[in-house]
Structure formats: structure tokens, C-alpha cells
């Protein structure tokens, strides 16, 4: 064969792979081009919270659809035009050319996440779920992906782990200040508003104590941030009457919250001019109430840049404020102790009140744990748990207002027990709570008994005796006998006892813990015929 015959032989065979290659490209083209139209019929009418795209071989997004709008901000043709510049610096996004480079070699790949920035600069979470496009030969010719907007809920995972971490916080710090003697009190308190400060991103965290009938105010503490200047001159002695939005606000037992200075009323000029003095851009003070009256205040500033801070991180100062209110009512109280002349007279009327401080704050704990319990027996079990508590407490009330260590006014104390359990029970405005009480003085172990039999038998008749939200009354009556017994009487006009409770077995824990508290007052315990449900408990004096 010549030389030209086997150059036309090899042309003809060159020219016949050509157009298979041809047809072979053409045919991918057309069923990459089917592939894409069937996905796009698919995708015009995702929910919001998707998006679907495709790539080439060479890792370019051909195709997104419309359902990136409402979900990032960006117009398709301008997510096409720029999507690469819209990826943050969060290290995390660099699996995303890890794991397209495996799709396009045709490897499986899992969901992955990126953090991306929206057209209107706010962060946004996606998972991203890759899937490669073959041919009939099994070669890859695309890339089709979905990608699910999941901010909200990671936002909310952020803010769950956020509140939980500040809540061991706040416990860690409770802690700290029920074991902290007198004498490292301020320290103590030096320490936790820097911790606080720090964990909820303040520049400048402080305590104010008013006097003067609320009409002034000294810095107590103050926590800077490094490179933030300290405002102590600035308001030392101030006369809280020159800013009256706040005044009031505090007075009212209100939070003041600014997340930036345009917030404000437009005639607080007064207040304006002191937050630009101070650079303050944003902030938050919640009041601190101690025995019921303003006593201060808890602030956080944000210097650098405004800032806001969330309904939850709101709530839980709230209670970082009631710690820090016992924590200085007790360094003061203690201050006064050790300067008094009637030390010993004293000092016990104060040990009567730090337990009662103490008890207060453990009633807090007991409150901060119920905002994550979900069952309703178990937050029934954490109420009667704060009843109890509150019941003590008010024993040591008492004998820290009495001159008389020893006893205690019975009435008084039955009638702040009972009163403070109807506004437990506001939302039961249906049954009525009456009492009949004796004036007679109860030694201190005698009472408290007497106080947790009479804290269980009214909330069983709270909670158990009024079905359905059927009116009635409850009674309870302290009478004393003669000179040597007391009887106890609580009933209601209610639906009764169960047959199934005998309340001369072992019945409920409630009346358990009753009959063991007779018990221990050497008293005994009758249920007496009756409309509804009647106790009698009497006991020696």
C-alpha cells in the first residue's frame, strides 16, 4: 500500500471517530440539557427553606433556582454572576471544595454545612447535599446539589447552648457566695460581675446602691474590659431625678434596656447627652430589689459597637441581680453586726436572716432549674418543693423582726404563710381561701411543723378538691384548746377524699409527710365527717 493510500485510510478513520466523538458530546449535552429541565420543572416551586443548583465538571454552578431569593436575597442571575464571593472565612467552608471535588471524581459525599453571608450582610447556615450526573457510560457530566437553609435552627441550638452555659454560670456563682465568709464578700462580688460581664459581651458591667429615698446612686463595682474607660467619676453621688425615664424605670421595678441610643424618647436629652459622654452605645440595667424595695441596680454597657441582648439572657439577669441584691444585703448586714453594741442580739437576729437569704437563693436555683423541666408533675414537684422552702423562711422572718428569739406570733406567721400561698395559687380564682387564726405564740419547733402540715393540706385542697374549675372555699382555723393543747384545722367544701386514698394509711406522699409531722409533735391527726374534706391536727403546747 503507498504512503497517499494509507494517509486517506487513516484520515477516513480519524474523520469517523470524529463524528462519534461528535455524537457522543452531543447526546450528553442533550441529556445533561433533559436533566437540568426536569430538576428545573422540580425546583421552580420549593419551599422557601430550599434551593436546588447544578454544576459542571469544572466545579461552575450552571443552574440555581428562583427559591434563592427568599432564602439568601440574591437574585438567580446575580448568585450565578457571584457566588464564590459569598462564602465567609469560617474555616468550616473549606469542606465544600473537599467534598465537590469528590462528586465530580463521581464519589458519594455526605451532607455537609457552610456559613454563607446574604445579600443584606446577615449570616446564613446551609446543609448541602451533593449528588453527581452520569452518562450511559458512567462518566460525570454534572453535579446536581440542594441546599437547606438551616439558620434557624442553628441559631436556636446557639441559643440553647448559650442559656445553659450561663445558667451553670449563675449556679457556680450562687454557690460561690452561699460558702464565700463575710470578709471576701466584696472580692466575691468583684469576681462574679467580671465573669458576668464577660459572658454576656459588655464592655463595662457595675452595681449602683441608691439612697436617699432613691434619689441617688454610688457605684459600688464597676468591671472594665480591657481598653474601656471607667465611668466611677462620672456618677458617683448622681441624682437619679436629672434622667426621669430611667428613674422611673427603675422605681417601677422595670428594666431599662436601650440596643442603641435612637431608642430613647426623643425629649430624654439629658440621658442622650450622658450616654454620649460616657460612650455608651448600647445597654441594659436591670433594678436590684432587696426585701421588697429598690435597693439598686445591675448595669451593662456596650462601648465598642451596639450590641442586644436576648429575651433569655433578659430573664436571667433578672435573677444574677436577685444573687448579687443577697450577697450585698448580707455583706451590709454582717457590716453592721460586727459594729453593733448589742453584738450578741444582734448576731442572732442575722443568723435568722442569712438562712433566710440563703433559703431565698436556693428558692431561686429551684426556680432556675423549673425553666427546663417540661413535665408538669415534675414542675408540681418543684412547686411544692419552693412552698416548703418559703415556709421555713418565713419562720426566720419572723424571729428576725421579734425580740422574742424563742416564739413566734402564730397569727402573723399563719397569715403571711396563707397569704403568700393564695398568690401562688392566683390563677385558682375560683376557690376562696378564709382563715380563723388565735393570737398565740409557737415555739420555733413547733411551728415549722405546723407550717409545712398546713402548706400540704391547703395545696391538696387546691389542687384536688375543685374539679374542673368548680367553686368553693377553703378554711383554716388555730385554735388554742386550753393552756396545754392547740388544734389545727383545715377543710374545704370540695369533692372529698377518693375512695381509693385512706387517710389513715399510707395514702399520698403529702399525707405521709403529714402524719409524720404529727408525729413528731406528739399530736394526733383525724379526718372529721363533713361537706367536702376536713383535717384536724391537735397537739400539745
Known amino acids: 500500500m503507498s504512503i497517499s493510500e494509507e494517509h486517506n485510510r487513516l484520515k477516513k478513520k480519524f474523520d469517523q471517530l470524529q463524528k462519534e466523538h461528535d455524537r457522543l458530546l452531543h447526546q450528553a449535552d442533550l441529556r445533561l440539557s433533559r436533566s437540568e429541565e426536569r430538576y428545573r420543572r422540580l425546583v421552580e416551586n420549593l419551599q422557601n427553606d430550599y434551593f436546588f443548583y447544578c454544576h459542571d465538571t469544572q466545579g461552575k454552578i450552571t443552574y440555581v433556582s428562583p427559591s434563592v431569593k427568599p432564602i439568601l436575597g440574591y437574585s438567580p442571575e446575580e448568585f450565578l454572576s457571584h457566588y464564590t464571593t459569598y462564602f465567609t472565612d469560617n474555616p468550616k467552608n473549606q469542606i465544600a471544595v473537599k467534598y465537590t471535588e469528590l462528586s465530580i471524581q463521581g464519589k458519594p459525599t455526605p451532607r455537609y454545612e457552610i456559613e454563607v453571608r446574604k445579600k443584606d450582610g446577615t449570616i446564613s447556615y446551609q446543609e448541602i447535599k451533593d449528588s453527581p450526573v452520569f452518562d450511559e457510560e458512567g462518566k460525570v457530566i454534572a453535579v446536581e446539589g440542594i441546599s437547606r437553609d438551616i439558620t434557624?435552627?442553628?441559631?436556636?441550638?446557639?441559643?440553647?447552648?448559650?442559656?445553659?452555659?450561663?445558667?451553670?454560670?449563675?449556679?457556680?456563682?450562687?454557690?460561690?457566695?452561699?460558702?464565700?465568709?463575710?470578709?471576701?464578700?466584696?472580692?466575691?462580688?468583684?469576681?462574679?460581675?467580671?465573669?458576668?460581664?464577660?459572658?454576656?459581651?459588655?464592655?463595662?458591667?457595675?452595681?449602683?446602691?441608691?439612697?436617699?429615698?432613691?434619689?441617688?446612686?454610688?457605684?459600688?463595682?464597676?468591671?472594665?474590659?480591657?481598653?474601656?474607660?471607667?465611668?466611677?467619676?462620672?456618677?458617683?453621688?448622681?441624682?437619679?431625678?436629672?434622667?426621669?425615664?430611667?428613674?422611673?424605670?427603675?422605681?417601677?421595678?422595670?428594666?431599662?434596656?436601650?440596643?442603641?441610643?435612637?431608642?430613647?424618647?426623643?425629649?430624654?436629652?439629658?440621658?442622650?447627652?450622658?450616654?454620649?459622654?460616657?460612650?455608651?452605645?448600647?445597654?441594659?440595667?436591670?433594678?436590684?430589689?432587696?426585701?421588697?424595695?429598690?435597693?439598686?441596680?445591675?448595669?451593662?454597657?456596650?462601648?465598642?459597637?451596639?450590641?442586644?441582648?436576648?429575651?433569655?439572657?433578659?430573664?436571667?439577669?433578672?435573677?444574677?441581680?436577685?444573687?448579687?441584691?443577697?450577697?450585698?444585703?448580707r455583706r451590709e448586714t454582717e457590716s453592721r453586726l460586727k459594729n453593733s453594741i448589742e453584738e450578741k442580739e444582734i448576731l442572732l437576729k442575722e443568723v435568722h436572716h442569712r438562712v433566710k437569704n440563703n433559703l431565698a437563693m436556693v428558692d431561686s436555683l429551684i426556680q432556675l432549674s423549673s425553666n427546663r423541666v417540661k413535665e408538669e408533675e415534675d414542675l408540681e414537684v418543684l412547686r411544692s418543693l419552693r412552698g416548703r422552702i418559703r415556709s421555713i423562711s418565713l419562720v426566720h422572718e419572723q424571729l428576725y423582726k421579734s425580740k422574742d428569739f424563742g416564739n413566734i406570733d402564730a397569727r402573723e406567721y399563719f397569715s403571711d404563710l396563707l397569704g403568700n400561698m393564695e398568690s401562688t395559687f392566683g390563677s385558682y380564682d375560683h376557690i376562696q381561701l378564709e382563715f380563723n387564726l388565735d393570737p398565740v405564740l409557737l415555739r420555733t419547733d413547733t411551728i415549722i411543723p405546723l407550717g409545712f402540715i398546713t402548706h400540704e393540706l391547703v395545696t391538696n385542697g387546691y389542687r384536688y378538691a375543685f374539679p374542673a374549675g368548680t367553686h368553693g372555699r377553703i378554711t383554716v382555723t388555730l385554735k388554742q384548746l386550753h393552756a396545754g393543747a392547740l388544734m389545727l384545722s383545715v377543710c374545704d367544701n370540695g369533692i372529698g377524699i377518693p375512695g381509693e386514698i385512706n387517710p389513715s394509711g399510707t395514702g399520698t406522699i403529702g399525707l405521709q409527710l403529714v402524719r409524720a409531722l404529727v408525729d413528731q409533735l406528739h399530736g394526733t391527726l383525724k379526718t372529721v365527717p363533713a361537706e367536702g374534706c376536713r383535717f384536724e391536727i391537735t397537739v400539745p403546747l
Request: aromatic share 12%.
Open 152 to 329: 434557624a435552627w442553628r441559631n436556636l441550638e446557639q441559643e440553647l447552648t448559650y442559656r445553659l452555659r450561663f445558667e451553670r454560670l449563675i449556679t457556680s456563682i450562687a454557690g460561690d457566695f452561699l460558702r464565700l465568709p463575710y470578709e471576701e464578700i466584696d472580692k466575691g462580688i468583684s469576681d462574679a460581675l467580671k465573669r458576668i460581664g464577660e459572658f454576656v459581651g459588655a464592655d463595662r458591667s457595675y452595681i449602683f446602691r441608691y439612697y436617699d429615698n432613691e434619689r441617688k446612686q454610688d457605684m459600688l463595682y464597676e468591671y472594665c474590659a480591657p481598653g474601656i474607660e471607667s465611668k466611677f467619676s462620672l456618677v458617683q453621688g448622681k441624682d437619679l431625678n436629672q434622667e426621669l425615664y430611667y428613674a422611673q424605670k427603675m422605681r417601677n421595678h422595670q428594666i431599662f434596656y436601650l440596643a442603641k441610643r435612637s431608642d430613647l424618647p426623643d425629649d430624654q436629652h439629658v440621658t442622650l447627652h450622658n450616654l454620649k459622654v460616657q460612650d455608651v452605645r448600647s445597654l441594659i440595667i436591670v433594678p436590684m430589689v432587696m426585701g421588697g424595695k429598690l435597693a439598686g441596680s445591675l448595669g451593662f454597657d456596650a462601648v465598642r459597637k451596639e450590641r442586644e441582648w436576648s429575651d433569655n439572657t433578659i430573664n436571667l439577669l433578672k435573677i444574677v441581680s436577685e444573687i448579687f441584691g443577697s450577697a450585698i444585703q
